[in-house]
């Protein structure tokens, strides 16, 4: 694949090293635009943390050496490597990227809100009610708390986010691939790798 393939969105999946362990850093997002390569840790993207320079398979400082390096996997699909330590270990950190794509749907988000989408992951189910306080109300004021746990619809240009929210702030972005009255298809869970399909509850 070309660099100029690379162009475009690409958020994190997942975070590895050596010992296979997988984990999720928090929302990290990698814009291409032509030879620039922004880094973000802000959904709003308003405040890119760095930027760097694209290279043959490799990201590049301002003195054009190699800052970090990758894989491509596939066209969606690219690992970066990053230098660092875990328990004082230096190790090569594996962070899996996803392209994001416009979602397939011809939804507006209000409508997308008004329904409940079930989705079964692993041993558990999770119900999708979007914008309603989920916690219980009882526990929320016995430990002062003003809110728990939400989950809304956001967007990054024509991809949408099914968000979770606790205590006001944002916890997981889940990109959509697709979502129809009756489905809502995502993209490969953090740290599970793969798709996972919820379905409205009528």
């Keep these: 694949m ?3 393939n690379l162009q475009g969105k690409w958020l994190i999946r997942d975070i590895s090293h050596n010992n296979g362990k997988k984990g999720f850093p928090g929302f990290q997002l990698i814009e291409i635009e032509e030879e620039k390569v922004i880094f973000h840790r802000d959904f709003s993207l308003k405040k890119p943390e760095l930027q760097l320079k694209l290279g043959n ?3 590049l400082n301002s003195k054009d050496e190699i800052a970090h390096e990758f894989t491509i996997v596939n066209e969606n699909q690219i ?3 990053f230098e660092g330590t875990s328990n004082d270990i230096e190790v090569t950190f594996e962070c899996n990227f996803d392209r994001l794509v416009p979602t397939k749907t011809h939804l507006k988000i209000e409508e997308i809100e008004s329904f409940v989408y079930k989705i079964k992951v692993e041993n558990s189910e999770e119900e999708f009610i979007f ?6 109300k009882e526990i929320l004021e016995l430990q002062k708390i003003k809110e728990g746990k939400k989950y809304r619809i956001e967007r990054i240009d024509q991809t949408l986010f099914i968000s979770s929210y606790f205590q006001g702030k944002r916890r997981v972005p889940y990109p959509i691939k697709e979502v129809t ?3 809502v298809k995502l993209y490969p869970f953090p740290i ?3 798709e996972f399909v919820g379905y409205r509850k009528h």
């Design 131 to 136: 914008n309603k306080e989920l916690s219980d």
């Design 192 to 194: 599970l790798g793969k």
């Design 79 to 81: 690992i970066i490597y």
């Design 57 to 59: 398979l490799c990201f």
């Design 2 to 4: 070309k660099n100029k």
């Design 181 to 183: 009255e009756d489905l």
